[in-house]
């Protein structure tokens, strides 16, 4: 089924607001200067961070894959506390279920796009970029450019759902 982007990207707009203050915020880690954000909008891109190249190249992959792990954190933290009483109580609320919600769309939006490989593959192209960073960098960039092909066969979906959903439920059972 075929969905165009604006309308995933409408619909899961606190993914995209996380995703891009990711970014803000590993600049802020880095002290990399940042010129303009812009959290959402209606079109392509969704965000985006402008900011100054980072000192490191090292710093760029993390600016570039920051959304990564705090998509990912924060989308379990969220919807977490509405595991227990939707899937387990089969009692949840409207609240319960808005923290699903939020928790999948947020870990949905983890995934780098394909304008961070980009930018991570003409950090990597420059001279001075020692093998270490080169070695990470470049296997990098192609999980980026992976998962964007994966997106379109809702690999994103699956992920946010197996973050928010599936992580819950697996901590639950553990403990329960």
Known sequence: MFVPGFVISAVTFPGVIVHEMAHQLFCRLYKVPVFKVVYFQFGNPAGYVLHEAPARKWQSIMISIGPFFLNTIVGTLIALPAALPVFTFDNGSFIDYLLIYLGVSIAMHAFPSTGDANSIWQSL????????VKLIG???VGLIYLG????????DLLYGVGVAIGLPKLIMSLYL
């Open 138 to 140: 470049y296997p990098v």
């Open 125 to 132: 192209k420059e001279k001075d970029t020692n093998l270490l």
């Open 148 to 155: 964007a092909v994966g997106s379109f066969f809702w690999l």
